[in-house]
């Protein structure tokens, strides 16, 4: 039965992974003609209203008020949210403006830039081959500036950095996923509402009742958050961290290939040097999870 789960939650996880590195990056990048800042927009907002029918589903309204009542709870989710969006923003910046080889960087070096946070932040301990691979992400980093300014990723590492910090801030509380998400989402609502009424005024939206398909296209950003958001979580819940760490390098792996391969995005010798030192960083941190798994 055991093995049973542990399978399973290795299936759940890795969908949920190949949902973030091609289905959704081939979503994003889809509707990308509405303009970056309209489709964060809609992220958001739907988003916030899949979470609000799943939580009526689940029956966690209990949960969630439970939340809302503990100020701590609120306060870090308040720092949280602004963290999301500024990620989510970034990663559709990118998306959209043909980056997303950029965005991998960032999605390769965030899991080990989160064991270097918890070391600082919360005095976990650092083993020989964990040093080695935060020393590797930092000397790719300081490559890039030494070498080449203008290609040095920022999109990279704005999207690794916000989301480090996120999963920081999350870690401090112990509040459910989804209802987190949720509540992250709501705290950024009223800007995205009143950021899209601005757009609406300028006649520069691509929503209009006046066209349904791209309306529903447009309203699927809702789900494509929230779907591999709930597999890739349900498989950590079966199978646990360890397993689920590794499997996770399946979405910037897949993003990079997509951006190399598909959407023949620009890849400097300067930028590849750079990679290697973080698939190489990636190789010892993946076989340092396996060996402590």
């Known amino acids: 039965m055991k093995n049973n789960e542990f399978n399973k939650g290795i299936l759940l996880t890795a969908f949920g992974s190949f949902w973030w590195g091609v289905i959704g990056v081939i979503y994003f990048k889809y509707i990308s003609f509405a303009g ?3 489709v964060v927009v809609h992220r958001t907002v739907w988003t916030s209203i899949v979470l609000i029918l799943s939580t009526f589903y689940f029956s966690k309204w209990g949960k969630f008020l439970t939340i809302i009542g503990n100020y701590k709870f609120l306060i870090t989710l308040f720092f949280s949210g602004l963290l999301i969006f500024i990620n989510w923003a970034v990663w559709i910046y990118a998306v959209s403006n043909d980056q997303i080889i950029d965005a991998s960087f960032g999605y390769f070096i965030m899991p080990i830039l989160s064991v270097f946070l918890g070391n600082i932040f919360f005095k976990e301990k650092l083993n020989k081959n964990r040093k080695i ?3 590797l992400v930092i000397i790719s980093i300081f490559f890039l500036l030494f070498f080449s300014l203008k290609s040095i990723p920022w999109v990279g590492l704005i999207v690794a950095l916000s989301w480090g910090f996120y999963n920081l801030l999350r870690k401090k509380i112990n509040v459910d996923t989804d209802l987190g998400l949720l509540i ?3 705290f950024i609502l009223p800007f995205s509402l009143f950021v899209f009424y601005l757009i609406s005024k300028e ?3 691509d929503f209009s009742f006046s066209n349904p398909p791209l309306m529903l296209l447009l309203m699927l950003a809702g789900p494509m958050t929230v779907i591999p958001l709930f597999l890739y979580v349900r498989g950590v819940e079966l199978c646990g961290l360890g397993p689920t760490g590794m499997i996770f390098y ?5 993003q990079f290939l997509l951006g190399f391969f598909y959407y023949d995005e620009a890849f400097s010798p300067t930028k590849l040097a750079s990679f290697i030192l973080i698939w190489i960083a990636v190789i010892i941190y993946l076989k340092d999870l ?4």
């Open 36 to 38: 970056h800042i309209e």
């Open 133 to 135: 691979s935060i020393c």
């Open 184 to 186: 992250e989402s709501l």
């Open 203 to 205: 006649g520069l939206n």
């Open 250 to 254: 399946i979405t910037p792996t897949f």
């Open 290 to 293: 396996y060996d402590n798994d």
